[in-house]
């Protein structure tokens, strides 16, 4: 082959890569012989895809080419041999052993002989040289180690372990050039040509309307996709449509990229070694000089379709609009009708007192709005019911930690404006950016429930603006300043994390974000330079110039994929830009802005479809997809020359600044049944709250449940976004019209009145942490004995833990209470009840224990063999069952002590008799490990679940499999590989309860169906579910989540009753990012008692107040009950049934 070819080979390969084909590029990479991928090998080997790692290594050597490839081949093979004779399974041993370990004998007769006998050893670590043998994980890695080493001195390898130094997209630049050149060449060349196919020479059409010859009715090609050409190039196609520049052609090559690309992984593309900001934006491109034409883009509804990587593309800017893009019904030039669906109808008029400088939305309740002035005053609206929840003046809150530039500023002029508000993303927080050093940090606990919470002299000068981040999963706020920096703090603390210095003018906005695994900042200052920053001290990854060099902010459509700007020069210019990330210049720009703008112009994006910005006294949209205006509103006149703008989440409202102190609220259809909504429930709440006497616990309203949530569940809060009915005061979807009339009738009855109970401090439930003596990292397991006075525990170590409660005079039943602390139990021996870890690693295991009915027995695993426990002496009776594969969950017969279901990890469950020792039957049926087994006496079945989030129903007398189903995971929702279901039956041995990390159900096990009033999903932002079990009774679901939060449902219907926060049992010192339940269990007598494992190593109790008696008030029967017209769905962020 010619170095020509071989190097098109080498371009196929990134061009593979880079859309990718990873098979397939590695299928060429073994073929051609041209590039050992090193990486692809390494993970090949780890994952013991022996058949595979041969396969490629063929394309390269083989065995007997000479001594390195001999030993290479050796190595893999011995491995392979030592895991199946691991692993007992001996045939398999002797099938490698003829198969593939033969052919060296011929080479080393006596090295054959000693690997044959080793299948006469229980245990080949027998064996002097294997006796550091450690578990298949380790021993594969430290293989790797000297088959890297072998590979590298293999002079077959000898220039195929390094990929050539590429500029990114390579074969694309290649092509580009020669339909530029095809272009030069025509006779009667277009200004902006129309290139739809490679398959024949580019020819510009005749005069007369003639067109070069197309592909598409070529019968070999198939049929092409219609109405919108080629699908976006950064998805399938080969080119990206990049922003022209003027021609001559001479300028397309200027600012080269020569970006130097690592071996290919198979885990990314050729190029994207290390995580860095897009690389192409390292080199920045001048922006076009011709505003008026609107150029074709990648982004389009395909995008999802396979989303590139930032940074991969450095095409060149030509004057040719390569494989261009059309979308249906947004033509260029094109008149657009402005959709219903923007908010155009001024539905809400506020007056805030003094003029809005910033607004926002909150994230989850959808109709608070968050409002800063330029007098430093703060207010929080409930746009629905027009009500002003909160107003803060401005005031530094400890003048004595302030800096001495601060206290002479404030001195000097006492007058403060707020340049920006906004919340954290899950609502619970909002900062406050002051134009005087100042940002303040406020918690928002619901209503009207606002509390201090950090205050920062952040810069020296105003503060520009705000944002708040999760680089490292840590939530932070990032501020700048006139100072010229940016500075990242911890959101918690308020420590300084990082100070970012680098721009020559005060900095005027950050817009941090992220894409795949990197996270960054964007940073605009008043010079017009854009800046871009890592969570490092690295200084800045690019620098290149806004449009309009003077105030510009930046902002993604709400899906991440498209990014914008909109700035306004010292002229008054304004401009309005979406930018091309991998190439660091501007892909389009917006038509339609006042010639002189009279201040600031802001913009906002919505609904990753539209644009939209205060200018010229009214707001003008645009089409995120065509430069020309889309429509412009006036909000009925009143409006500032450059009104403040901000959507709600959702883009059914619209906040926009007034004259004289004002809002308008501007609402689509939807936007308008959502406030009238509001104010039905407005007018039921100031009603009946009149009637109604606080509890103890401070409940708070189903309004408000939705912020509540945000505020106290620390990152993680429910959402219900879009909202089309909102219930009353009593959770019933009615109109106005519904429930006026009924407002005397049902005032005075409570339980119309209903209130979800929420739990925040300690002093509103009993809770006892155990005492702990032992170091354990975290709880995996925790049950109740059936006598009700112990709780056992299983750690992520092995270790099982019993703490038992004793008679006295404070406990006279001697039965578990959060009254009463129990002792962490231990025979007199002092020994442990510690599972079999051999070979495994305990903690990446799958932890099962089950317990038998009289308390004196325990079978438990860790990854290795089942071990039987005797409860009194803590005497390990026997063990059984060495994995492979390894048991995941454990049963008792609930007629028969020694028969024992068990749900292994190959998918299989395994039905055991420890009295004869010998399985019974293998039920087959699961595609995943099994996650959950449950016994009906009555019906005479056993209900299992897997990972696969299937439930299967089998005969417990001839172990026939009867039924099975699939849980239906909620559309969009990504679970993980190995989500956990869980079963357990209901009190009736009818109904069971399913637990999956996205819902609760309850099924019947004769049908198994879910009935319709039984079943809660998580909304969208919630937390996943960690863990759930009925009651005692089963007339409640005890349900843990993972941000610390524990919800209590009524079982009949599954409506939540009550929530308890962390807050109520963490230490204000502990993080509920950190520590979350795990498990939770029921005490088998007390049906308002549960027990929390947490992922710290710690165990809690839960009792509600004597004064209470229980957790929370059902709502009532009418809300829940099947026969509802319509289902409830709770305000923005209800935890009420998703149905």
Sequence with gaps: MSSLSRELVFLILQFLDEEKFKETVHKLEQESGFFFNMKYFEDEVHSGNWDEVEKYLSGFTKVDDNRYSMKIFFEIR?????????????SKAVDILVKDLKVFATFNEELFKEITQLLTLENFRENEQLSKYGDTKSARAIMLVELKKLIEANPLFRDKLQFPNLKNSRLRTLINQSLNWQHQLCKNPRPNPDIKTLFVDHSCGQPNGARAPSPANNPLLGSLPKAGGFPPLGAHGPFQPTAPVPAPLAGWMSNPSTVTHPAVSGGGAIGLGAPSIPAALKHPRTPPTNPSVDYPSGDSDHVAKRTRPMGISDEVNLPVNVLPVSFPGHGHGQTFNAPDDLPKTVARSLNQGSSPMSMDFHPVQQTLLLVGTNVGDVGL??????????????????LSTCSMPLQAALGKDPVVSVNRVIWSPDGSLFGVAYSRHIVQIYSYHGGDDVRQHLEIDAHVGGVNDLAFSNPNKQLCVITCGDDKTIKVWDAATGTKQYTFEGHEAPVYSVCPHYKENIQFIFSTALDGKIKAWLYDNLGSRVDYEAPGRWCTTMAYSADGTRLF??????????????????????????????KRSL??????????????????????????????????IDADGGLPASPRIRFNKDGTLLAVSANENGIKILANSDGLRLLRSFENLSYDASRASETVTKPIISPISAAAAAAAAAATSAGLADRNASMVTIPGMNGDARNMGDVKPRINEESNDKSKIWKLTEINEPSQCRSLRLPENLRVNKISRLIYTNSGNAILALASNAIHLLWKWQRSDRNSTGKATANVSPQLWQPSSGILMTNDITDTNPEEAVPCFALSKNDSYVMSASGGKISLFNMMTFKTMTTFMPPPPAATFLAFHPQDNNIIAIGMDDSTIQIYNVRVDEVKSKLKGHSKRITGLAFSHVLNVLVSSGADAQLCVWNSDGWEKQKTRFLQVPPG????????????????QIQFLVVHETQLAIYEATKLECPCPKQWVTPESSAPISHATFSCDSQLVYASFLDATVRVFSAQNLRLRCRINPSSYLPANVSSSNVHPLVIAAHPQESNQFALGLSDGGVHVFEPLESEGKWGVPPPAENGSASSAAPPVGPSGSDQAQR
């Design 381 to 398: 609206w409930e746009v629905g019911s027009r009500e002003r929840l909160v107003l803060r003046n401005f005031k530094v809150w400890d």
């Design 599 to 632: 201040g600031v112009v802001q913009f906002d994006t919505t609904k990753n479809r539209f644009l939209a910005a205060g200018d010229d006294f009214s707001i003008k949209f645009w089409d995120m997809d065509n430069v020309q205006l889309l429509t412009s």
């Design 78 to 90: 011995k491995q392979k041999y030592l895991e199946a004779l691991d692993k007992h399974d001996r």
């Design 973 to 988: 929702r990504t679970t993980t590989g190995q989500s956990d279901t869980r079963v357990q039956f209901h009190q009736d």
């Design 565 to 594: 700007s909109c700035g306004t020069s010292k002229e008054g210019e304004s401009h309005i830009v979406e930018w091309n990330e991998s190439e660091g210049n501007v892909k389009r720009s917006y038509l339609g802005f006042r």
